[in-house]
């Protein structure tokens, strides 16, 4: 394990600010390209490269599966949520001026925030999830038949 310590700490070093980053493109990704997919995505890949490095053993350790799968609910939730509240205030569902009636804009700056929000907790739990389950299947070929 010596000859990878170059790469251990690199690692933790990256996985800050990877995560840092993936929250800079989620709430600012009303004024520049980004977004909730893509923060999502450079979410999990600060997990996915932990994994990579370390073991999946030690990313679970860190983010666990049962987590994973609840975050999977709760962006859909987050999602669905806003276009009830929409409806539940007399509007169309998603209708984002529902949340400030007297200046729509505000609403719509803040609708857009929160659905991109649970897009963004979606995603992330869906791409660990993915490398969870592709992980922890057993190799078919061992290293010698390479």
């Given at each position: ?144 038949d390479w």
């Amino acid at each position: 394990m010596r000859h990878h310590l170059i790469l251990r700490v690199v690692t933790k070093l990256l996985v800050g600010a990877i995560i840092l980053f993936a929250l800079y493109v989620q709430f600012h990704g009303d004024f520049s390209p980004g977004g909730g997919f893509q923060a999502g995505v450079i979410m999990a890949v600060a997990f996915i490269i932990y994994g990579v490095v370390f073991s999946l053993r030690q990313a679970q350790r860190v983010f666990p599966p049962w987590l994973v799968h609840k975050l999977l609910a709760l962006g859909v939730l987050i999602y669905a949520f806003t276009g009830l509240v929409s409806m539940a205030l007399g509007y169309e569902y998603l209708n984002y001026g529902a949340f400030t009636p007297h200046h729509p804009e505000h609403g719509q700056h803040w609708g857009i925030l929160i659905v991109e929000l649970g897009v963004g907790v979606t995603v992330t739990g869906v791409m660990v999830a993915i490398y969870y389950a592709f992980a922890a299947r057993p190799p078919t070929i061992s290293d010698k038949d390479w």
